[in-house]
Protein backbone atom coordinates (compact mmCIF):
# COMPACT_ATOMS: atom_id res chain seq x y z
CA UNK A 1 0.00 0.00 0.00
CA UNK A 2 1.21 3.58 -1.08
CA UNK A 3 1.65 6.28 1.68
CA UNK A 4 0.07 9.50 0.56
CA UNK A 5 2.17 12.69 1.15
CA UNK A 6 1.11 14.63 3.70
CA UNK A 7 -1.05 17.67 2.68
CA UNK A 8 -1.37 20.76 5.15
CA UNK A 9 -4.37 22.10 5.60
CA UNK A 10 -5.84 25.26 7.72
CA UNK A 11 -8.97 24.64 10.63
CA UNK A 12 -11.34 26.82 10.16
CA UNK A 13 -10.26 29.40 12.79
CA UNK A 14 -6.51 29.14 10.85
CA UNK A 15 -8.40 30.37 7.96
CA UNK A 16 -9.87 33.50 9.74
CA UNK A 17 -6.32 34.52 10.65
CA UNK A 18 -4.72 33.36 7.67
CA UNK A 19 -7.49 35.55 5.58
CA UNK A 20 -6.33 38.76 7.89
CA UNK A 21 -2.74 37.46 7.14
CA UNK A 22 -3.30 37.66 3.63
CA UNK A 23 -5.26 41.28 3.83
CA UNK A 24 -1.82 43.16 5.36
CA UNK A 25 0.63 40.56 3.06
CA UNK A 26 4.14 42.17 2.90
CA UNK A 27 2.83 44.74 5.65
CA UNK A 28 3.19 42.13 8.30
CA UNK A 29 0.97 41.52 11.43
CA UNK A 30 1.18 41.52 15.11
CA UNK A 31 -1.02 39.52 17.10
CA UNK A 32 -2.36 42.35 18.72
CA UNK A 33 -3.16 43.64 15.67
CA UNK A 34 -4.46 40.54 14.71
CA UNK A 35 -6.78 40.36 17.70
CA UNK A 36 -8.32 43.86 16.34
CA UNK A 37 -9.23 43.07 13.34
CA UNK A 38 -10.68 40.03 14.28
CA UNK A 39 -12.29 41.48 17.55
CA UNK A 40 -13.69 44.21 14.41
CA UNK A 41 -15.18 41.04 12.72
CA UNK A 42 -16.83 39.90 15.48
CA UNK A 43 -14.59 37.38 16.69
CA UNK A 44 -13.22 38.05 20.01
CA UNK A 45 -10.29 35.60 21.21
CA UNK A 46 -7.58 36.36 23.69
CA UNK A 47 -3.80 37.20 23.09
CA UNK A 48 -2.42 34.12 23.40
CA UNK A 49 -4.94 32.09 20.43
CA UNK A 50 -4.27 34.24 18.07
CA UNK A 51 -0.91 33.38 18.59
CA UNK A 52 -1.22 29.94 18.76
CA UNK A 53 -2.88 30.09 15.28
CA UNK A 54 -0.31 31.95 13.89
CA UNK A 55 2.17 30.04 15.09
CA UNK A 56 0.26 26.61 13.75
CA UNK A 57 0.31 28.61 10.31
CA UNK A 58 3.80 29.19 10.55
CA UNK A 59 4.21 25.58 11.09
CA UNK A 60 2.03 24.33 8.65
CA UNK A 61 3.77 26.87 6.09
CA UNK A 62 1.65 29.01 5.55
CA UNK A 63 3.20 31.84 7.63
CA UNK A 64 6.68 33.08 8.28
CA UNK A 65 7.45 35.57 10.83
CA UNK A 66 10.46 38.30 11.30
CA UNK A 67 11.14 39.46 15.39
CA UNK A 68 11.50 43.46 15.32
CA UNK A 69 12.20 44.57 18.35
CA UNK A 70 10.43 42.47 20.99
CA UNK A 71 7.35 42.23 18.47
CA UNK A 72 6.44 39.17 15.67
CA UNK A 73 5.63 40.25 12.63
CA UNK A 74 3.80 37.74 10.40
CA UNK A 75 3.57 37.49 6.89
CA UNK A 76 1.92 35.06 4.54
CA UNK A 77 4.17 32.28 2.70
CA UNK A 78 1.05 31.55 0.44
CA UNK A 79 -0.98 33.08 -2.41
CA UNK A 80 -4.72 33.92 -1.50
CA UNK A 81 -5.62 32.23 -5.33
CA UNK A 82 -3.56 29.39 -4.88
CA UNK A 83 -4.44 28.61 -1.61
CA UNK A 84 -8.11 29.35 -2.53
CA UNK A 85 -7.85 26.72 -5.47
CA UNK A 86 -5.93 24.17 -3.29
CA UNK A 87 -9.09 24.38 -0.94
CA UNK A 88 -11.23 24.52 -3.34
CA UNK A 89 -10.01 21.17 -4.64
CA UNK A 90 -10.33 19.53 -1.68
CA UNK A 91 -13.36 20.22 -0.71
CA UNK A 92 -15.15 19.60 -4.13
CA UNK A 93 -12.83 15.94 -3.64
CA UNK A 94 -14.51 15.62 -0.40
CA UNK A 95 -17.89 16.54 -0.97
CA UNK A 96 -18.73 15.95 -4.61
CA UNK A 97 -16.48 12.90 -5.69
CA UNK A 98 -14.22 15.58 -7.52
CA UNK A 99 -17.28 16.35 -9.69
CA UNK A 100 -17.83 19.73 -10.78
CA UNK A 101 -21.27 18.57 -12.52
CA UNK A 102 -22.38 17.54 -8.97
CA UNK A 103 -21.41 20.80 -7.30
CA UNK A 104 -22.75 22.95 -9.63
CA UNK A 105 -26.20 20.33 -9.71
CA UNK A 106 -26.52 20.84 -5.62
CA UNK A 107 -26.82 24.69 -6.11
CA UNK A 108 -29.20 23.92 -9.18
CA UNK A 109 -31.69 21.61 -7.13
CA UNK A 110 -32.15 24.38 -4.37
CA UNK A 111 -32.46 27.53 -7.55
CA UNK A 112 -29.66 28.91 -5.91
CA UNK A 113 -28.54 29.46 -9.50
CA UNK A 114 -30.10 31.73 -11.51
CA UNK A 115 -30.09 32.16 -15.12
CA UNK A 116 -27.58 34.89 -15.23
CA UNK A 117 -25.54 32.74 -13.31
CA UNK A 118 -26.30 29.98 -15.55
CA UNK A 119 -25.44 32.32 -18.38
CA UNK A 120 -22.37 32.63 -16.93
CA UNK A 121 -21.37 29.48 -16.80
CA UNK A 122 -21.94 28.26 -20.06
CA UNK A 123 -20.08 31.27 -21.14
CA UNK A 124 -17.29 30.36 -19.51
CA UNK A 125 -17.16 26.68 -20.16
CA UNK A 126 -17.60 26.84 -24.02
CA UNK A 127 -14.63 29.93 -23.66
CA UNK A 128 -12.53 27.27 -22.02
CA UNK A 129 -13.20 23.93 -23.71
Same mark, same amino acid.
Given at each position: ?13 EEKVLGILLDK ?15 AKGTKWATRTV &?? /????? @? ?6 ? +?? *???? =? ?12 VEEGKRFLETF ?8 ? &?? /????? @? ?6 ? +?? *???? =????
Amino acid at each position: MRKKSEVKTASKSEEKVLGILLDKGDEGLTVREACSILEAKGTKWATRTV &ST /FLDRL @EEKGFATH +EK *KGIT =NYYYPTVDREKYGVEEGKRFLETFFGSSIKDFV &SA /FAKDD @ELSEKDLD +EL *KEWV =NKNK
